[in-house]
């Protein structure tokens, strides 16, 4: 039977503290999951353990958006328990740990959240006392939602505190007041509340670790002050400190206020341009302009996710070995992105790197390499985001010139720097990226750029200038930092000077003047009128003459393979062409002829997508959704198990790494039938133990490091899989009569109710298992054609690991 909590069934341990144990649990009367956090103190106290059900009672009382709801209280065998919202997400701390640094606008935009909660709670008279970004949890849609209020006191309670000499709360985000003297109020929120938002914008707590006399000596000693690596605006930074004010006068008053300046911070005028103002000035000023139009775009929905996005991206290298899991990951999460890659990777641009056709992220790293398809995951991300309807056309047109700009410059590197042609390709791409978000998030403002192009004669740089208070490249420049792009990528935004161009030195000047090349070529030709074009594409070849010299037939020749690159990017994307004014001045400047009539090619493209509704699901075709049938398996299963079939198969023929062929392994079975998370563990000799190693899906990092069994475990069904060579499916892992069969290990570290293992076996020992999952007891089904393609795909792996042995 299950152990139970009140009415409630405890399903599972999600945590624990010194005092306290949450678990996952489940409603039966309300048939809902639920979080119950039970507290046992070392010394029984009724009185106690009433004043707790007391507040929790206050505390249920409270309703806000950002605040985890407290639904049931009671006490249990001498124990108070409260029952919270199960919200299924990370913490503020998990969150940290895991990108290191929260960026300012999001910082910003997260704590005015939290603010606004407390300030709630606070009129309600209810003081947190344990704010930290362990108690601030993350919910699906990405709102913080503060949670255990567990320690909270009335206010009109307070005075009974001050009999009490021991400290209650976590001492590194406790205010000096209360730690000297026991002096609790609003302001001691407000205080952990900044220091929350300094370890969001550092990645580090402001009080250090140690014995708890050297935290108060800090606390009490030592003024708050930003880590010196931390660079923020003067106005987040002003709003930071003075939360954090040792003294309480000195400190913002109230949590609504904090909120309040938040909200000016996020939402504040862009400074006016002051034309007697020093460089010095001018340089700050530009400053607090990118600033505020990051927090303009930061409030649409796009910027954050396409951020985050890229960012993740971005910190990316090909030094670090977990790299292409950890980007086959990023990538694999997105279906629809996922087809669009492989779909893109096997046009006949790609396919001239040979290894045949390619069914798998993970084989595409392989063939292509990482840097070329870290760049092709960037340049979807990026389009993918551009769904505005307000400026489709103008949009669309931005999108195919930078693109024609970025193919240009591939094909132009390959001259003199084919090692780096594909860096070439973001360069380029990127070259406009600042006047493409402003088209995306700033429609209005660019339609007064170009007013003021046609009123003053002047390029868009000085346009853009008088209208945003600092240049489109300016813009771009700041967004690429703001993203993580590498050093050379970011020089190479920066406009080349005016006359002819110097040929380059170094290797991120060369990047630079391909890419200016590159874009300056596809401007001449985008923005000159016909019979003018001829004359200013030869201008712009003969100001690079001395760094990058092209023949006219040279660069004729170039911009027609560009172009048919192009279009296999447009058809991958459900870009079309046929209404495009750019497309036709291409066309026209290369004379190149349609592939097809007129006709044809309209009704060809009559179906496809603009650029508009890329990613709305009801606009998908069914190979980008993944849909499934009447069992739980996608539609495509057999194709996507045969291709990685081949994948391996072409993996095997060539110099192959055991951990490439693995991975395609784990990745086809992934894709082709719906698992939640795919895991492959090995044999660890020296501790007699199967250790996961990798995976796709939902946490699988974190999985893999605590998913270990020992070899010789007690009998259940993981043991009955590696000893006996068996393939094991389990539908449910609450069945009575399999339940006994599930060792605690895996109930603590995985939340999935259904699973399958594939043992790998040679010579009759264990080597490894393939494990695969889904959170929905019942949830895999595995028709007998899938189940024979997983084996075989089980098999090729079995065979990698031989000829590695």
């Not at 010194?18 to 649990?25: F, K, N």
């Not at 929120?189 to 670790?209: F, H, N, Q, R």
């Not at 000596?217 to 003075?242: E, F, M, Y």
Request: one cysteine or more.
């Amino acid at each position: 039977m299950e152990k139970c909590i009140g009415r409630f069934e405890i399903r599972r341990e999600l945590g624990r503290g010194a005092q306290s144990i949450v678990y996952l649990g489940w409603d039966p009367q309300l048939e809902r999951e639920v979080a119950i956090k039970t507290l046992h103190f070392a010394r029984a106290d009724a009185k106690r353990n009433e004043a707790l059900l007391a507040e929790a009672r206050s505390v249920s009382r409270l309703r806000h958006p950002n605040l985890v709801p407290i639904f049931d209280a009671g006490e249990e065998d001498g124990d108070p328990y409260l029952v919270f919202e199960f919200v299924d997400g990370p913490n503020l701390a998990e969150l940290i740990a895991r990108e290191g640094r929260i960026a300012p606008a999001r910082t910003a935009d997260l704590m005015r959240q939290v603010l606004d909660a407390l300030a709630l709670a606070h009129a309600a008279g209810i003081i947190h006392r344990d704010l930290k970004p362990s108690n601030i949890l993350i919910d699906a849609q990405g709102r913080p939602r503060v949670m255990d209020f567990g320690i909270a006191r009335r206010l009109d309670a307070i005075d009974v505190e001050k009999e009490h000499v021991g400290i209650t709360g976590t001492l590194g985000y406790l205010a000096p007041e209360y730690v000297d003297g026991r002096q609790v109020s609003e302001k001691s929120d407000v205080y952990a509340a900044g220091l929350v938002m300094i370890e969001m914008l550092s990645g580090t707590p402001w009080v250090k670790g140690g014995t708890s006399v050297s935290m108060i000596h800090q606390i009490l000693s030592q003024p708050v002050t930003l880590p010196a690596d931390v660079s923020i605006d003067n106005q987040l930074a002003g709003i930071v400190l003075k939360a954090c004010a040792r003294d309480p006068a000195l400190r913002t008053d109230s949590a609504a206020q904090m909120k309040s300046q938040l909200d000016d911070y996020l939402g504040a005028a862009a400074t006016p341009i002051d034309t007697t103002e020093t460089e010095a000035s001018a340089e700050a000023r530009k400053r607090d302009t990118l600033n505020f139009l990051i927090r303009r775009m930061k409030h649409k929905t796009d910027f954050p996710a396409l951020s985050d996005s890229v960012s993740a991206i971005n910190r990316l290298t090909r030094s670090d070995k977990e790299s292409i899991n950890r980007l086959s990951n990023t990538i694999l999460k997105d279906y629809g992105l996922t087809n669009k890659i492989l779909r893109l990777v096997n046009s006949v641009h790609y396919r001239r790197s040979g290894g045949g056709t390619i069914s798998t992220i993970s084989r595409a790293v392989i063939v292509l390499g990482f840097d070329a398809l870290r760049n092709i995951a960037i340049t979807v991300l990026l389009f993918e985001h551009m769904q505005d309807k307000g400026s489709a056309r103008e949009l669309k047109e931005a999108f195919l010139r930078a693109n024609l700009a970025g193919c240009l410059a591939r094909d132009a590197a390959r001259e003199f720097m084919a090692r780096d042609a594909e860096e070439a390709y973001v360069c380029a791409l990127f070259h406009s990226v600042g006047q493409l978000l402003a088209q995306f998030y700033f429609p209005e403002e660019v339609a007064e750029v170009r007013k003021v192009m046609l009123q003053k004669n002047c390029t868009d740089e000085i346009a853009s200038t008088q209208i945003f208070g600092l240049s489109f490249s300016e813009l771009g420049l700041g967004i690429a930092r703001h993203w993580g792009f590498p050093q050379g990528i970011i020089n190479s935004l920066r406009p080349l000077p005016e006359g002819l161009v110097k040929k380059p030195t170094t290797h991120d000047e060369t990047l630079r003047v391909v890419a200016g090349f590159a874009n300056e070529i596809c401007a001449s030709i985008a923005s000159v009128p016909k019979e003018q074009r001829t004359q200013a594409t030869n201008a712009a070849r003969q100001r690079f003459n001395a760094a990058m010299s092209f023949s006219d037939s040279q660069l004729q020749n170039v911009l027609e393979k560009s172009f048919a690159e192009l279009k296999e990017l447009a058809a991958v994307l459900h870009v079309n062409l046929t209404q495009s004014p750019f497309v036709r001045h291409v066309k026209e400047w290369t004379g190149a002829r349609q592939e097809t009539p007129p006709a044809a090619e309209e009704a060809a493209t009559a179906s496809a997508l603009e650029l508009t509704v890329l990613g709305d699901p009801e606009l998908r075709d069914q190979s980008e959704t993944g849909e499934v049938n009447a069992e739980g398996v996608p539609d495509a299963a057999q194709d996507i198990l045969a291709a990685g079939i081949q994948d391996i198969s072409n993996s095997l023929v060539d110099d192959f790494s055991l951990n490439d062929v693995l991975r395609i392994t784990l990745e086809t079975m992934y894709r082709a039938m719906g698992f939640e998370r795919v895991l492959l563990c090995l044999r660890e000799p020296k501790t007699a133990s199967m250790v996961g190693r990798f995976g796709f899906g939902a946490d699988t990092s974190e999985v893999a490091r605590k998913f270990r069994f020992p070899l010789e475990d007690a009998p259940n069904v993981f043991q009955l899989a590696i000893s006996k060579g068996v393939d094991i499916i389990i539908t449910d892992i609450d069945d009575p009569k399999i339940a006994g069969k599930i060792p605690d290990w895996y109930r603590k570290t995985v939340i999935a109710k259904t699973f399958v293992l594939l043992p790998l076996l040679i010579k009759g020992k264990a080597v490894g298992l393939i494990y695969c999952d889904r959170d929905r007891a019942g949830g895999i089904v595995i028709p007998e054609k899938e189940l024979s393609l997983m084996k075989t795909l089980r098999n090729q792996a079995l065979l990698a690991i031989k000829q590695s042995m």
